[in-house]
């Protein structure tokens, strides 16, 4: 069992930056991929950013440049640092882990594939 919890989010302006934090806890040492995903109203939820165990990242294409995931196992917290953000963007976002080794971008970003969350938290960002 992996306890996740999140951290951060609201709301902001076009341009604008966000970091979100999620804290987990419980045997983390067998998670291999923990994941940033996020869902905006009537569609369905879509892999943002995933960081491996190796430390292998990925990240949607509209992430790309914009979004950094990161991992600080001494604090148990992974981290998305979210910059120029756009209303596109606007969605709820969880943090998620997985206990199978993902090896590819599409895997990783599979919220199929995930099989712990955390609770979501609301990134809002007007024009």
């Known amino acids: 069992q992996v306890q996740l919890a999140v951290f951060g989010g609201g709301a902001v302006q076009a341009g604008g930056s966000v970091r979100l934090s999620c804290a987990f806890s419980g045997d983390a040492g067998r998670q291999y991929c923990f994941g940033w995903f996020r869902q905006a109203p009537g569609t369905e939820r879509q892999g943002v950013a995933a960081?491996?165990?190796?430390?292998?990242?990925s990240y949607r294409d509209s992430a790309k440049g914009r979004f950094t995931i990161s991992i600080d196992n001494a604090k148990n917290t992974l981290y998305l640092q979210m910059d120029s953000l756009q209303p596109e963007d606007t969605a709820i976002y969880y943090c998620?882990?997985?206990?199978?080794?993902?090896?590819?971008?599409?895997?990783?970003?599979?919220?199929?594939?995930?099989?712990?969350w955390g609770q979501g938290t609301q990134v809002t960002v007007s024009s």
């Open positions: 960081i491996a165990a190796d430390g292998v990242t």
């Open positions: 998620a882990a997985s206990t199978i080794p993902l090896g590819s971008d599409p895997m990783r970003l599979a919220p199929g594939l995930f099989h712990y």
